[in-house]
């Protein structure tokens, strides 16, 4: 019996983000677990026979289809982990139907664990709730330290999960060079549990990878878990369409790798591509989102849209805000874009900006250094009834003093005030910048100024909020009353430019470049 996702090689478009769907032809033989005395009544103790489904179906080298192993309907106790030892394809008859269940509470416990690429369709991986920090989980990628991640594809898709301290944790090698390929989590629902308090309990767990894509999903911790979604040194993040609620922590949490005692910073710090949070709905949790950006790392762009994030407490009030972004060390943030999202009942504030130094300093070049948040813009973002806890003492978007550059607010809804003095530049409802096409250039800004030829030729630096993100993102042009000479622009990078005239003339000139 062989049954797969839908045949396809394409990269599927859903909520504007993009994801594989595995094709059959890419899976082969079928193990179904039964056929190894499993049985799917609820009380037997099934660990054995499916460890022994798992070793056959990897028993041979099934290069370039991959073994699938088959939980039809049933409850499959198991008392132990059950370690996958090859690149699988596991699925059942949907996740109320096909459970497996662990019936042993004890510490480091998991019902699955690989260090190799795995689908996991149709089924669920549950236990009775925990009220204690045993660190168990229900599938772990990661528990030999030792074995390589890379290329390494994971898949759940209508994948339940219940009752554990973590219902996934995706850990690739290491966060420089050993990471894993791609993590997709859609259409699951996965709740935890743990011990009064706030401990580290997360529905979804993931660090050291290229791409994460968790779309449409139903994710609840019981109040004691901290985070809903907590990423470490992923390069590419898009979580989106999930529901959200009960943390004791940040329903969100994103960090850029290398942080914390004995930490070594990365030395290829570019390779991250961006984090988008959208259409996301967060309640009850003491933050919705949380971002943090450590050593030289540079993020493209964190882009907050179209969240609602409602009924979230006071007991982080010392972070200030429901949405908390700060650049650490020597690390850049191009760019901060909210546009809109819904706030209210907020015990606290809406959103928080600061740039600081790394605390601790372990690998950080330079101990003294803040961090910078370049460009940030909020459109269409609206706050109602925040700061209840606090009454008059948190804004609707703050932030503090450091390497924060441009911000620009356009259309703020609720009409509550902000404190964006922390920034070098900033504009209320700026002009647009539109492209031909008539649609809207994001993050665009303005510069005036002028200059003098010296011998025919001058370069143009741009200083803080004036740069542009790239060589290419930007167009200047240049007025000489002088002379009918016309003078040639030439961008030579996101912070600078020259302007060629007469060979040998001193003309001044006035110039307005446009651009992001």
């Known amino acids: ?253 994103l960090i850029s790798g290398t942080f914390g005692v004995g930490a070594v910073c990365p030395t290829i710090n570019n390779d991250y591509l961006g984090w988008t949070v959208r259409n996301n709905t967060i309640r009850s949790a003491y933050q919705a989102v949380a971002a943090y950006t450590y050593c030289g790392v540079i993020l493209p762009a964190l882009n907050l849209q179209d969240n609602v994030i409602t009924e979230n407490p006071s007991a982080y009030a010392p972070d200030y805000a429901a949405v908390f972004v700060q650049a650490n060390c020597q690390s850049i943030i191009r760019h901060v874009n909210s546009s809109g999202n819904s706030y209210s009942n907020l015990g606290i504030g809406g959103i928080v900006l600061l740039s600081s130094v790394q605390s601790p300093a372990d690998g950080c070049a330079d101990a003294t250094a803040k961090g910078t948040i370049e460009d940030f813009a909020s459109v269409n973002d609206s706050f109602k009834n925040i700061s209840t806890s606090f009454p008059g003492v948190y804004p609707a978007i703050n932030s503090g003093s450091g390497n924060l550059l441009r911000a620009s607010v356009t259309n703020l809804g609720g009409g509550l005030p902000t404190n964006l003095s922390g920034f070098q530049s900033v504009q209320a409802n700026p002009p647009s910048l539109l492209s031909v096409a008539g649609a809207s250039v994001q993050n665009a800004h303005f510069v005036l100024g002028s200059g003098t030829l010296i011998a025919g030729t001058s370069t143009i630096s741009f200083a803080g909020g004036a740069q542009f993100t790239a060589v290419d993102t930007y167009r200047c042009t240049v007025s000489n009353s002088t002379t009918a000479v016309a003078l040639v622009v030439t961008n030579i990078s996101a912070t600078s430019f020259t302007v060629t005239g007469i060979v040998g003339s001193s003309d001044p000139f006035n110039f307005i470049c446009a651009g992001n």
Not at 125 to 139: E, I, K, Q, R
Not at 140 to 154: E, K, L, Y
Not at 213 to 227: E, F, P, Q, R
């Open 1 to 253: 019996m062989t049954r797969c996702l839908p045949p396809s090689t394409t990269l599927l478009p859903k909520a504007g983000l993009f994801f594989l769907l595995v094709s059959c032809s890419l899976f082969g033989r079928t193990f179904d677990v039964t056929d190894y005395g499993a049985l799917g009544n609820a009380s037997f103790d099934n660990t054995t026979a499916i460890q022994n489904a798992a070793n056959s179906a990897c028993a041979t080298s099934y290069t370039p289809t991959v073994p699938s192993l088959y939980f039809p309907r049933g409850q499959y106790n198991v008392s132990n982990v059950v370690t996958l030892p090859c690149a699988l394809y596991v699925y059942g008859d949907g996740p109320q139907a096909s459970i497996v269940f662990h019936t042993n509470h004890s510490a480091g416990q998991k019902a699955f664990a690989t260090d190799f690429s795995l689908t996991m369709i149709d089924m669920a991986v549950n236990t009775t709730p925990l009220s204690t920090d045993l660190g168990m989980a229900a599938v772990m990628r990661g528990s030999n330290p030792a074995a390589t991640s890379v290329g390494q594809t994971f898949q759940f898709i209508r994948f339940n999960s219940a009752g554990f301290n973590f219902g996934l944790i995706i850990s690739g090698k290491d966060n420089y060079t050993d990471l894993f390929d791609t993590l997709v989590v859609e259409d699951c629902d996965i709740s935890t549990n743990t011990a009064t308090g706030n401990n580290v309990s997360n529905p979804i767990n993931i660090a050291n990878g290229n791409k994460v894509w968790i779309v449409n999903n139903t994710l609840a911790g019981d109040g004691n878990g901290d985070h809903g979604i907590y990423t470490l040194a992923v390069r590419e993040v898009r979580i989106a369409d999930n529901r959200m609620e009960h943390y004791a922590s940040s329903a969100i949490k």
